[in-house]
């Protein structure tokens, strides 16, 4: 099973037109936004499989993260972690390394080929990991946490040639920040 989940402003818009994230921290609460449903779907999941550009990020925040402030932290530590790329040799990590799955022939067929090792992975960011993963028809669960913010314009996680896909949600929640968390399971693309 392969989870995406997605910070996405209201007008559905993953990142700012030059891949920034300000309207996350603009909207952001003082206290840590994990909830306890999240924390409940990582006990299911095996592995995280990240793109280059959110394993960057990721590696400069999470291994120094205290989890007694940022509740995921501990999940993120304990479990596998992959980067897809074409570029890095190699994928530093706190003291250690994380493993770096080629992109070959594409970066689904990467994803895909982790089916025997882990039964349950989550794709986090990631915008053109995750595209290629729903473009493929790989997903199996979206997870959309959405922030009170209008954005305007900026980039999506979803392919522009994607077929319609139907989806069952299977839970929301409003949380007193304004943001919103919705789990969906998709169907296969027909």
């Known amino acids: 099973m392969i989870t995406v989940e997605q910070i996405v402003s209201a007008d559905g818009f993953a990142a700012e037109p030059d891949g920034g994230m300000r309207f996350v921290a603009a909207t952001a609460p003082p206290d840590d936004l994990t ?86 992975v989550i794709v986090w960011g990631s915008l053109r990991l995750a595209s290629a993963l729903l473009e493929a028809g790989l997903v199996t669960r979206l997870r959309l946490r959405i922030c009170p913010a209008l954005i305007g314009e900026g980039l999506r996680f979803t392919p522009p040639s994607l077929d319609q896909r139907v989806m069952r949600l299977t839970s929301s929640t409003a949380m007193p920040s304004g943001h919103v968390v919705t789990e969906y399971e998709l169907a296969s693309p027909r």
């Open 35 to 120: 909830d306890d449903a999240q924390l409940a779907m990582l006990e299911s999941i095996d592995a995280i499989v990240l793109g280059r550009r959110t394993y960057e990020m990721f590696a400069s925040y999470w291994p120094s993260a205290d989890p007694s402030r940022e509740r995921v932290a501990e999940p993120i530590a304990r479990l596998p972690k992959l980067v897809v790329s074409s570029t890095l040799e190699r994928a530093p990590w706190g003291d250690g390394e994380i493993e770096v799955l080629r992109p070959e022939p594409s970066a689904a067929d990467a994803v895909a080929s982790l089916e025997g090792r882990f039964d349950s």
